[in-house]
């Protein structure tokens, strides 16, 4: 009953700093997601892929890339940590069919000071 | 593009009673889907409900249903029997038809706080 895994849930970097968040889904889909969620700004999608060996920017890409390791695993790069990067972000897969619903982890609060 | 809008920021509702979080969208779609997340204090994003909009009945999860008015794009959440547990922040969300294989996309509105009082 795993579902979507990010690990780790809490990270306080310093700015300029880079760390990779990691996300792995067991329910063989075929589309992932990351987004943020900033008080008052709700979800934005930061990149998405929708198949394995593809990704495209979404909302909010500025200052991140992403990787589609294989079919199970999508994970998120900061290369050079910014305070306006301080966030909790969260990643979703989805089947991937027309009106498939997202399938949330838990989120990663990172802090960047 | 689309853009999802829930004005209010906050909503206070006695136990057992009903409350209805408003949210309204715009889209030059016609086929399209919507949706309401619930986002507990664990942090955790659980889907409550979905509605087809080429479907004119509301969907109904149990105590949750929706009013969809397509033409005024409105699409608020009922909740019926209000619980402590339903105490979170709801989210609307939208997504556009596409064409099969095609990868669609969830748009956000900012969320309104909920908060049940025992």
Redesign the interface.
């Known amino acids: 009953n795993a579902g979507v895994t990010q690990t780790p849930k809490f990270q306080v970097l310093k700015t300029g700093q880079s760390m990779t968040l990691q996300c792995a889904q067991d329910m063989n889909h075929n589309s992932m997601y990351w987004y943020r969620q900033d008080p008052g700004m709700g979800l934005r999608l930061i990149y998405y892929s929708a198949s394995e060996g593809t990704t495209d920017k979404g909302e909010v890409p500025n200052g991140y890339n992403v990787s589609r390791l294989n079919k199970r695993e999508f994970s998120l790069r900061l290369e050079s940590a910014a305070p306006s990067q301080t966030s909790v972000y969260f990643c979703a897969s989805s089947e991937g069919q027309v009106s498939s619903p997202l399938h949330f982890g838990n989120g990663t609060r990172l802090t960047v000071t | 593009a689309q853009t ?1 809008t ?1 004005s209010q ?1 906050e909503m206070s509702v006695q136990e057992a009673e009903t409350v209805t979080l408003s949210c309204t969208y715009d889209t030059s779609e016609s086929n399209y ?1 919507l ?1 309401w997340y619930k986002q507990p204090p ?4 659980i ?1 409550v409900i ?1 509605q ?1 909009a080429y479907k004119q009945q509301n969907a109904t999860e149990n105590r949750f249903s929706v009013n969809f008015q397509k033409a005024a794009k409105s699409f608020s959440l009922k909740i019926s029997d209000s619980q402590l547990g339903d105490t979170a922040m709801y ?1 609307c969300a939208f ?1 556009k ?2 064409a ?1 294989g ?10 309104i706080t909920l908060s049940v009082r025992p």
């Open positions: 999802v829930q920021p889907y949706f664990s942090r955790q994003m889907l979905r087809e989210f997504m038809h596409v099969a095609a990868n669609s996309k969830l748009t956000f509105g900012k969320g």
